[in-house]
């Protein structure tokens, strides 16, 4: 399976830009990049996914580099309620749904 | 907005005996899967079905554990008999179709085991 790697913690200010990396360099031509983010206490949540292009929806953006060896999910004015771990994943046929164990965001009031 | 729904939300056991637990998936949600998440870790996927056939049960413990999908509808995952180490969260999602057609799960809230 292919597989990612994120730092295991990250903090942010309140209201301010999160950037956070994902390493993916045996990534395949047709792995998705997906990421989803759990809360305490609570199962996990789709954030964004994309293939190549960079992506946006109501949640965050998604930054895919050029050569897809790495990516990042950016969360335009972090909130308290944004603190979560986070998690990076990759999937194309028949791999399976690998979490790893994501990267801690705290946010700072 | 529909959900996933699972109970019990919590269950205490001791060992050596048997518990289940349930999953209602989203109406119209042909794929479901149980992931368990021990604590600190990231979820570990168990079993997945597309709608009552098995897809993937490759780490699924199956002395022990087992999973049923009867109708293709709600889900049931047994472990018989717990132990220690079966102590964690288990996690239900389902989704429109296979994670790898890109399609986003939903998760429900778990049912947290804990085995004495």
């Known amino acids: 399976d292919a597989k990612t790697t994120q730092p295991n913690s990250m903090e942010s200010n309140e209201e301010e830009p999160v950037h956070l990396p994902c390493n993916h360099s045996?990534?395949?031509?047709?792995?998705?990049i997906h990421w989803y983010r759990q809360l305490p206490s609570q199962g996990p949540e789709y954030v964004i996914h994309?293939?190549?292009s960079n992506v946006n929806n109501r949640m965050a953006s998604l930054a895919i580099a050029e050569d897809r060896k790495s990516s990042t999910l950016i969360l335009h004015r972090a909130t308290l309620r944004d603190a979560a771990v986070y998690y990076c994943?990759?999937?194309?046929?028949?791999?399976?749904?690998?979490f790893g164990t994501g990267t801690s965001l705290t946010v700072i009031p | 907005e529909a959900e996933v729904a699972q109970s019990p939300r919590y269950k205490i056991t001791e060992k050596s005996q048997a518990v289940a637990f349930w999953c209602d998936p989203i109406?119209?949600?042909?794929?479901l899967y149980w992931y368990r998440q021990i604590l600190g870790q990231g979820p570990e996927l168990l079993v997945q079905?597309?709608?009552?056939?098995?897809?993937?049960d490759s780490q699924l413990p199956k002395d022990r554990f087992s999973a049923e999908r009867l109708k293709g509808v709600d889900s049931t995952l047994k472990i018989q008999p717990a132990e220690l180490g079966d102590s964690a969260m288990y996690l239900c999602?389902?989704?429109?179709?296979?994670?790898?057609?890109?399609?986003?799960?939903?998760f429900g809230p778990g049912t947290r085991l804990t085995v004495t």
């Open positions: 079905f597309q709608d009552e056939s098995v897809v993937d």
């Open positions: 994943i990759l999937l194309n046929t028949g791999n399976q749904f690998y």
């Open positions: 999602a389902s989704s429109l179709g296979l994670a790898w057609s890109s399609y986003e799960q939903y």
């Open positions: 045996t990534i395949s031509g047709t792995d998705y």
């Open positions: 109406s119209g949600h042909a794929t």
């Open positions: 994309g293939l190549t």
